[in-house]
């Protein structure tokens, strides 16, 4: 399957993102310039960003919404925009859920704040994490679409991790 996993390709950039974009909303629908706007502003937010790889921190987002479009055949704007930015507020400290909600609506920000880590306030990591994975039993199920398709692409580009961290997880 890793080889049909085109995601991962570097030949992915933003014209074969739209292109399938297009193929579910005109260009001038709304929802077409939702996706383009959470887009430009998670590709703005993360500028700098690099993974362990190396590779630029948005292609990951960017992969996790082509996982969503082409593998989970996922149709619904709000996800796709959710996808795009489900990192921004636990990395992105100019980015919370308010802002989210203010430019994207209540949808967005709601699975965002889901697919978020609560901050620390004195927890330790362990703390964090368990009262992270507690939280699932209660998520909606737009929540598993976006984090199978961001464990998934995650666990597909472990390989640039080192040994200890490939091991862990």
Avoid at 35 to 61: P, T, V
Wanted: hydrophobic share 45%.
């Amino acid at each position: 399957m890793l080889e049909k996993m085109t995601f991962l390709s570097a030949a992915e950039n933003r014209e074969s993102f739209f292109k399938r974009i297009a193929l579910l909303f005109p260009t001038l629908d709304p929802r077409y310039k939702a996706i383009e706007k959470a887009y430009n502003c998670a590709k703005d937010a993360f500028r700098g960003k690099n993974r362990e790889s190396g590779e630029r921190y948005f292609e990951h987002l960017r992969a996790v919404a082509l996982i969503l479009i082409d593998y989970l055949r996922v149709k619904d704007y709000e996800l796709i925009i959710a996808a795009l930015l489900h990192d921004i507020v636990e990395d992105i400290p100019s980015w919370t859920v308010e802002r989210v909600n203010s430019e994207f609506g209540y949808k967005v920000a709601l699975l965002v704040e889901w697919l978020s880590k609560p901050k620390a306030n004195g927890l330790s990591k362990q703390e964090v994490d368990k009262t992270y994975h507690e939280r699932f039993r209660f998520a909606p199920r737009e929540f598993f679409l976006i984090k199978l398709a961001d464990r998934l692409h995650n666990l597909a580009t472990l390989w640039a991790c080192p040994l200890e961290k490939r091991t862990r997880k």
